[in-house]
């Protein structure tokens, strides 16, 4: 159990900056993920501290030792692969035991060991079968056996799940937040599914073109995404933007208008920003009484309908008369999700409104974010009612 | 059908195999596969079936001219060869050569394929190429430099100048004046059948390898080598054999045809020839024996291949 520390860490390749100044500080016991779309550098990060892949800049800490120039043998760091990477000349007690055997444990010991790993991992009877007699789920069972039968300080996961099947995914999923709780190690776990990071981690760093965007709770993430490339990765579907303007009495765009005190909401009138909305928090009309804090109408066409089974999702047109282009469609889309009881058709006209507290302001420039909730923090009530009262008739 | 062949009998017998196989073409390819099979067998094996009729005609027959079957049956001849020269000792020679070279060739081959099959750096493929251009040059280009090292008579000079470096120690008639040759002569090939190899394992295994506690070095002899077997079978095989059956540089490096000196297996064979008298039976049944070794070697060898190949080994 460790805790670890990224300081500075860069990795530039001939041409390309993988990992950009990464500081990371993850505590003893937690578990993180590190997510982004491929290409990220959460793999590279993820190398560098396993010793992999040596940082060119910045210093890479594993407990109280400074490991950047270690040799991934001394870090005291255990790994599963994506492509999983059992020996496959080896059984499945001498791929558990291969570390144990190198660090001449005695034969009892590594017994013993072995013994507990599998039975963590449910292999029991399977210790003679070759690799290439077992299923996905089994191999990558085996590969966690051979991570923790070391008792290491630093658990590393590079997409472990990334090579199963979805059922699986999802049972190795709560197998692992066990594990976890079990072993109480450090876990660090890359992947690209924002759904996985979500669900497994205490904490979320979600890295873009290889540098850190924000580490943070994942409901935080959610709820208040540091800038416009977080908003956008977590959470599926995506959240809805908008580009537009500000103005005396709010936020105006193509497709609609919010109303709001641009200074109270730390923006002033002229600035560009987006406004992001998840689908979530748009609501056909008939709901807004159920709305916190609705905002003013805003007229659409239902265009496409995606029943879910547990809920619907809505794709809303926006924008009058506009070009059926991929582009124009993309700006003056809206999508909205229904409870699946809801009577939307498509090619409908709908009126919908969003829940002013749950509106997201960034700055169209730099992306990053400048209000969560477009509610006046001091006094929410009143602002609401008079915002209301302006945008309803 | 049969009405339909019947009725065709008058287009001629090529006419009609012609039409049968277009029909089956299955039978062509069948009997396509057994005349090609078969005369690669007999060009292959003739000369075998040679040395079994010369070994077994007693000397001053041959010299009357043979046939295609023994005239006589001397079994007598596989004796001999023993008798009037220690021939287990030439193949011994050559078996100790052979595998010293053999070992030497894939220790340093393998890490010169790990180098070329793993590792990215700038300059690998010219390095590679020139590598490689050593096996394309003559193996006659180096003996005369190598002759005059290997007698250790002068010291070696800086080019050009008198300037003298050292004195190398006399190392003709020993092994070490064949086996530093033969490495190097036959390190090229090796490194390229290892490199192939190695660069195949997928970056996972060594990488799951080394975070288990092994350097790379460690992974290489744990993990890439082991996944590689069918070639490093496939390389040392072919270093064997080819210095078993060595035949130019033995002959020089080792200054008479004797077993003392470190004269091989074709050395043997050769010194069935005296000033007056050639037992070419004597030639031809100590070709035999000198060649089962490696006969049994291959077959042996063979098997471990194919089985490493369809093993899967390698399937994640």
Redesign the interface.
């Known amino acids: 159990m460790a805790r670890v520390k990224l300081e500075h860490v860069t990795k530039r390749y001939e041409d390309v900056t993988a990992v950009d100044d990464m500081n990371l500080d993850i505590r003893d016991g937690e578990f993180v993920c590190l997510v982004g779309p491929s290409g990220c550098g959460k793999s590279t990060t993820m190398e560098t501290i396993?010793?992999?892949t040596l940082p060119t800049e910045g210093e890479v800490w594993i407990g109280d030792r400074e490991v950047t120039r270690l040799?991934?043998?001394d870090r005291g760091?255990?790994?599963v692969?994506?492509?999983?990477?059992?020996?496959?000349?080896m059984n499945v007690k001498d791929n558990i035991s291969?570390?144990l055997r190198?660090?001449k444990y005695d034969s009892e010991e590594i017994d013993r060991r072995v013994e507990r790993a599998s039975d963590i991992v449910q292999l029991e009877g399977m210790l003679e079968r070759m690799p290439?007699e077992m299923s996905g789920g089994q191999r990558q069972r085996v590969a966690i056996a051979?991570a923790i039968v070391?008792n290491p300080d630093v658990f590393?996961m590079d997409e472990p799940l990334a090579n199963l099947d979805a059922k699986l995914r999802v049972h190795m999923r709560t197998e692992l937040q066990r594990l976890h709780k079990e072993l109480e190690t450090t876990i660090i776990y890359v992947t690209h599914d924002q759904a996985e990071a979500m669900t497994m981690s205490d904490r979320i760093a979600v890295i873009d073109s290889g540098e850190l965007q924000q580490i943070d709770p994942p409901l935080v993430c959610y709820n208040e995404p540091a800038n416009l490339f977080v908003a956008g990765f977590i959470g599926s579907p995506s959240m809805n933007f908008t580009t537009g303007d500000v103005t005396e009495s709010g936020f105006t765009s193509d497709s609609f208008d919010i109303e709001f005190d641009p200074a109270r909401m730390g923006v002033s009138p002229g600035d560009h920003v987006t406004l992001g909305v998840r689908p979530e928090d748009v609501y056909p009309v008939d709901q807004r009484e159920s709305v916190g804090h609705p905002s003013m109408r805003i007229d659409a066409r239902t265009d496409v309908t995606e029943p879910m089974g547990d809920e619907i999702f809505v794709y809303l047109v926006t924008q009058e008369d506009i070009e059926m282009d991929f582009e124009a469609a993309e700006a003056g889309q809206l999508l909205m999700s229904v409870s699946p009881d809801s009577d939307v058709d498509v090619d409908q006209d709908i009126q919908v409104v969003l829940d002013r507290a749950k509106i997201h302001l960034f700055d169209s420039e730099t992306g990053d974010a400048i209000q969560h909730g477009l509610v006046n923090p001091t006094s929410r009530d009143s602002t609401t009612e008079e915002a209301e009262a302006g945008s309803d008739d | 059908m049969a009405t339909e062949s019947d009725s065709k009998t008058s287009d001629g017998p090529l006419n009609r195999w012609a039409s049968r196989s277009i029909r089956n073409p299955e039978r062509t390819y069948r009997a396509m596969f057994y005349v090609a099979a078969i005369f690669f067998i007999v060009t292959t094996m003739f000369p075998f079936y040679w040395l079994i009729v010369l070994a077994l005609t007693p000397n001053n027959e041959i010299l009357n001219g043979i046939g295609l079957v023994p005239e006589g049956f001397n079994v007598y001849a596989f004796v001999e060869v023993f008798q009037q020269v220690p021939f287990h000792f030439y193949m011994l020679n050559s078996f100790i050569l052979a595998t010293v070279t053999t070992v030497i060739v894939l220790f340093i081959a393998s890490f010169a394929g790990y180098v070329f099959g793993r590792l990215e750096f700038p300059g690998r493929g010219v390095l590679m190429l020139l590598i490689l251009a050593i096996s394309y040059f003559p193996p006659a280009a180096f003996v005369v430099p190598l002759f005059d090292i290997f007698t250790g008579n002068s010291p070696i000079v800086v080019p050009f100048t008198e300037i003298a470096l050292f004195t190398p120690p006399r190392l003709i008639n020993t092994p070490a004046a064949m086996v530093l040759p033969f490495s190097a002569l036959f390190l090229p090939l090796s490194i390229f059948v290892l490199t192939t190899f190695y660069g195949q394992i997928?970056d996972?295994?060594e990488?799951?390898?080394?975070?288990?506690?092994?350097?790379r070095i460690?992974a290489l002899f744990r993990?890439i080598i082991?996944?590689s077997a069918p070639g490093v079978a496939t390389a040392g095989v072919l270093t064997f054999i080819s210095v078993y059956n060595e035949y130019f540089f033995s002959q020089i490096m080792a200054l008479g045809n004797d077993y003392t000196q470190w004269s091989p297996l074709v050395g043997g064979i050769l010194s069935y020839q005296t000033q007056y008298t050639t037992s070419f039976n004597l030639f031809a049944a100590a070709s035999i024996i000198g060649v089962l070794p490696v006969a049994i070697l291959v077959i042996v060898a063979q098997e471990r291949i194919v089985s490493g190949l369809t093993a899967?080994?390698?399937?994640?």
């Open positions: 396993a010793g992999l040799p991934p043998k760091v255990a790994m692969f994506q492509n999983i990477a059992l020996f496959p000349h291969f570390g190198l660090r290439d051979r070391r590393l | 997928p996972g295994l990488d799951a390898a080394r975070v288990e506690g092994t350097t460690g993990v082991p996944l899967g080994a390698l399937k994640e």
